[in-house]
């Protein structure tokens, strides 16, 4: 019986495999395979084969399991312990694992992509902020200057484009 959930949704927990023992030679891509992995047993999807005509020992499986976004590390043929032969599908299904893990994945998806707005957003305003404050800036410096060369007793005698002073007789 299986428990997890890397193969949905072609198997899904609970199902049963009928699995016989194999050689390399009997792998091809595309078929399920059991393997001993850390101490326990992991079914996965063959996508390629590595074949060591020479020295079969040294031949390597790539596995990936259908739902795993990931792909196993490469797995030396004698840790492939079996061939899933067929499967039976449990009847009936107590919870919903696969569409939970969807929905987390489109939640975090979606939240991961508004927070990679608002930072740009806050990123550009904070930026704007500091070009208009650094051309207010040197536009007063400027203004500052000019005040120093000849004191104006109003600001509205300075023309804003230009900094030079207006004639009041236009």
């Known amino acids: 019986m299986t428990v997890g959930m890397s193969m949905l949704p072609t198997i899904r927990p609970g ?22 992995k850390d101490g326990g047993l992991i079914h996965h999807r063959v996508y390629k084969i590595e074949l060591n ?21 490469p797995t030396k043929a004698s840790a492939v312990i079996a061939k899933v032969i067929s499967f039976k599908k449990k009847t009936t299904y107590h919870f919903i694992p696969g569409f939970l893990l969807k929905l987390v994945r489109g939640i975090s998806s979606f939240l991961h992509h ?12 904070t930026f704007y ?24 007793h109003n600001f509205s005698q300075m023309k804003i484009g230009s900094y030079k002073k207006v004639d009041d007789s236009l």
């Open 129 to 152: 902020k500091l070009l208009i404050n650094f051309k207010n800036r040197s536009f007063f410096r400027k203004l500052n200057m000019q005040c120093m060369k000849k004191p104006l």
């Open 53 to 73: 005509k020479a020295r079969p020992d040294l031949s390597v499986v790539y596995t990936k399991g259908d739902s795993n976004l990931i792909p196993d590390a």
């Open 114 to 125: 508004r927070l990679t707005q608002i930072h740009e957003s806050v990123y550009k305003k």
């Open 15 to 36: 199902d049963l495999l009928t699995v016989a023992h194999c050689t390399i030679d009997e792998i091809h891509v595309n078929d399920i395979v059991v393997i001993k």
